[in-house]
């Protein structure tokens, strides 16, 4: 079939079209205008292109740079109708065009998959083979813990939360260490939510939210693709990735409300609703992170509803005590195009967990509380200075449900180059 020509032009459409056109059409073909150099113009004209049924077109002329091709796949890529986009030749750049294409693919497709094809533990293995597919040979070794292992060896988060499912859960260790020297210092941990299924448990979700909970593993999934997006740009410090996944099922064996948790740094929680879960996992991995000693951390989870409320699907939300490395973060952000918020973490958000029969308790203990806070104040007791190098990403950019006019409904990959540029900055 044959594709059809988009150009790109600075000038305005034609006053056929209409005064503020970004779209107009000729016997070539389209022309995209953008005046401001904008690349959600970019964006939205693909978008606009692929939702009239277009589904094979060739990006031609001069102007169509790197970050204008990316914006153009943005909009125009769709899980249904995928059709297919002949990009120019970038030159120099054309490599970097090319690995994120392959890591944000990665990202959404795994986001994408239904649980009955992603458990926990192939969620693990298939984060493992991408990285190792993007790293040299020998620069990546793993560990994945499952089942009745998670309990023997500690790991009472994890076990608790995915004990209920037939499926059993995984945490998986990843180690990049480009210098291939056991004794190099740990530079970041990454630790990222993997719940490849949440019904809620006990406390369960009605249907309609329910019915995009494969995609509770999208903080995993972001974080594994960041890794192997950073590896491809150069990344030449060591790096350790934690994936903590599970099932979150009902059943004779599933946790229930008043469960009390002992994890392995002291802290007793007593689980006051079955379905925020996510952080009851994430706390393991976090422990096991804090004991690296890196530079900093990083966890990202699709953790709270209270975060999307806030900011919609529109940004990722930022919580840390940290400063200068929010700061850092937000500095990646803008060089990398990509939409990210901060909420507030303060210490008084710690006190706003308590319970009667537990250290602390898995959802917030005053009557109107602030979710997104204190969802990262539970994470806090897992992290041994939490005031300090530490970030929590609620990941509520990670997936549509429908579309908009800059995306297509299905995950999005928001965040990727964001991480990498960060694990590359510091």
Not at 18 to 32: H, M, R, Y
């Amino acid at each position: 079939m044959t594709a059809m020509n988009i150009t790109l032009s600075q000038q305005a459409a034609p006053e056929i079209w209409g005064e503020k056109a970004i779209l107009s059409a000729n016997d070539l073909g389209f022309t995209v205008h953008n005046l401001q150099h904008n690349l959600l113009t970019v964006q939205k004209a693909a978008r606009k292109i692929k939702n009239q049924g277009i589904l094979n077109v060739k990006l031609v002329g001069n102007n169509w740079g790197l970050e204008e091709c990316w914006a153009f796949h943005q909009g125009f890529h769709s899980v249904k109708n995928k059709g297919s986009v002949q990009y120019p030749d970038l030159g120099e750049q054309q490599s970097e065009f090319d690995n994120r294409l392959k890591c944000a693919t990665f990202i959404r497709e795994l986001i994408n998959a239904p649980s009955d094809t992603l458990t926990p533990v192939k969620l693990a293995q298939q984060a493992v083979e991408f990285i190792q597919h993007i790293a040299k040979p020998n620069t990546v070794s793993y560990d994945i813990i499952q089942g009745e292992n998670l309990q023997s060896q500690g790991y009472h988060g994890i076990w608790t939360v995915g004990k209920g499912s037939s499926n059993p859960a995984a945490l998986l260790t990843l180690d990049f260490n480009p210098q291939c020297d056991e004794n190099a210092p740990v530079f970041a941990c990454l630790v990222g939510k993997g719940i490849t299924f949440d019904t809620g448990g006990y406390s369960l979700k009605p249907s309609d939210g329910m019915s995009t909970m494969r995609t509770d593993m999208g903080g995993a999934a972001l974080l594994s693709g960041a890794l192997a997006f950073a590896i491809a740009r150069g990344l030449n410090k060591r790096v350790k990735l934690y994936l903590c996944c599970a099932e979150n099922m009902v059943s004779h064996n599933s946790f229930k409300l008043g469960d009390i948790i002992t994890y392995r740094n002291g802290v007793t929680v007593e689980v006051l609703n079955t379905d925020a879960e996510g952080r009851l996992v994430l706390a393991d991995g976090l422990i096991d992170a804090t004991k690296q000693k890196p530079e900093f951390i990083i966890d990202a989870a699709t953790l709270t509803g209270a975060a999307k409320v806030a900011v919609g699907n529109d940004y990722h939300t930022v919580l840390s005590m940290d400063n200068s490395l929010t700061e850092t973060l937000f500095n990646a952000a803008k060089k990398e195009n990509e939409p990210f918020w901060r909420l507030p973490f303060e210490e008084l958000h710690r006190d706003q967990i308590s319970s009667s029969f537990a250290d602390i308790a898995n959802i917030g203990s005053v009557p109107v509380g602030a979710g997104a806070s204190t969802a990262t104040a539970f994470l806090s007791y897992f992290v041994e200075n939490y005031q300090q190098n530490w970030l929590h990403i609620d990941a509520s950019a990670t997936f549509r449900k429908t579309g908009n006019d800059l995306w297509a409904a299905g995950a999005t990959g928001l965040g990727m180059k964001t991480i990498a540029n960060l694990l590359l900055s510091k």
